[in-house]
């Protein structure tokens, strides 16, 4: 399955955004989605998954209250909509693909990677 994320851009601290992220190639209904981010020197971490049905989700501690992932299977789509948004916040979001039926966390689990989308929040 090839991914493909959208959405960044530059906002204020407190502003929202929304990130999207296109799925093609696969039955997107297969994978648990996830969405990562990666800070200018610093690794990769979780932002938030949900399941194949969008039932589960499960976010980083940092975000948890202030972004929502969610889905929609007849649109191959994946979305984060992100709010209250912190300068810490500024990274390159990036979604990702995998088989786990559980909501999964570690970057290890994902299979399937697209180009990510950056996003600068400024203070």
């Known amino acids: 399955v090839q991914l493909q994320a959208s959405g960044g851009g530059l906002v204020q601290a407190g502003g929202s955004l929304r990130l999207s992220c296109a799925a093609s190639g696969g039955a997107f209904s297969s994978y648990g989605m996830g969405w990562f981010r990666q800070a200018p020197g610093k690794e990769r971490e979780f932002v938030a998954a949900v399941t194949r049905t969008g039932g589960g989700t499960r976010y980083a501690a940092s975000v948890k209250g202030r972004f929502t992932i969610s889905r929609d299977n007849a649109k191959n789509a994946v979305y984060l909509q992100m709010n209250s948004l912190k300068p810490e916040d500024t990274a390159v979001y990036s979604c990702?693909?995998?088989?786990?039926?559980?909501?999964?966390?570690?970057?290890?689990?994902?299979?399937?990677w697209g180009q990510g989308t950056l996003v600068t929040v400024s203070s």
């Open positions: 990702a693909a995998t088989t786990y039926t559980a909501v999964v966390a570690e970057i290890w689990r994902y299979d399937y």
